[in-house]
């Protein structure tokens, strides 16, 4: 059975930095496609990056550009999003997706909370 | 970006009942490849979303056949045959046709 596992999430003042982590399970993780989508309190779902197989390309939304950066590790089966210059907005739960193909999220973690505030 | 808009945004229904959501797209999903990326999503309360249907009208693992998908180009639609109390949740559409990939606002379906 699948199991992605996130955690690193928690409280952290503007203009601070968090590294969410993601630890995967019960498939081949290194033939697969992985992303973060995130969602904010009461509102709705939001891409915020993929990485490929070999993580030789990684795709941030422009919200996110230059602030954080997926990246992962195939030996240990996990996924990571470093988050700098955190805002306000950046709050909300993250959730490590699967992609199987073409932003396909066939399978999500249970999120984990980050909350940026003062 | 492409945007997609949901309709309506809260749907009111009776178990037993047909249900249906529109998605619409800002620009055609059809891919140079000839394919339609284009999912839905149902969250149940206090849970992660779930796939429902992926490429507009395949069932995903699991995914009982009163869904079902339809559509195409800027039109998307999604069906419940018959309503049960353990499809209340919000479902969401998202294309994945065009970079970044974005998701409809979300329409929740609660039980009269």
């Known amino acids: 059975e699948v199991h992605l596992v996130e955690s690193g999430g928690g409280l952290v003042q503007p203009g601070g930095s968090l590294r969410l982590s993601c630890a995967a399970s019960?498939?081949?993780?290194?033939?697969?496609?992985m992303a973060w989508v995130r969602q904010a309190p009461g509102k709705g779902l939001e891409w915020v990056a993929n990485?490929?197989?070999?993580?030789?390309?990684?795709y941030h939304v422009a919200s996110v550009e230059g602030r954080f950066t997926v990246s992962r590790d195939n030996a240990k089966n996990s996924l990571d999003l470093q988050m700098n210059s955190l805002r306000d907005e950046d709050s909300g739960v993250y959730y490590c997706?699967?992609?199987?193909?073409?932003?396909?999220?066939?399978?999500w973690g249970q999120g984990s909370l980050v909350t940026v505030s003062s | 970006d492409v945007v997609m808009t949901q309709s309506p945004l809260s749907l009111p229904v009776t178990p037993g009942q047909p249900a249906s959501i529109s998605c619409r797209s800002s620009?055609?999903?059809?891919?140079?490849?000839?394919?339609?990326?284009l999912y839905w999503f149902q969250q149940r309360p206090g849970q992660s979303p779930r796939r429902l249907i992926d490429?507009?009208?395949n069932r995903g693992s699991g995914v009982p056949d009163r869904f079902s998908g339809s559509g195409s180009g800027t039109d998307f639609t999604l069906k419940l045959s018959r309503v049960e109390a353990e499809d209340v949740g919000v479902y969401y559409c998202?294309?994945?046709?065009?970079?970044?990939?974005?998701f409809g606002q979300g329409t929740k379906v609660e039980i009269k």
């Open positions: 490429k507009v009208s």
């Open positions: 997706v699967r992609d199987a193909g073409w932003y396909n999220c066939d399978c």
């Open positions: 998202m294309q994945g046709t065009q970079w970044p990939p974005t």
């Open positions: 990485i490929n197989q070999d993580g030789s390309q990684k």
């Open positions: 620009q055609s999903l059809v891919h140079s490849d000839g394919s339609t990326y």
């Open positions: 019960g498939f081949s993780f290194g033939i697969y496609w």
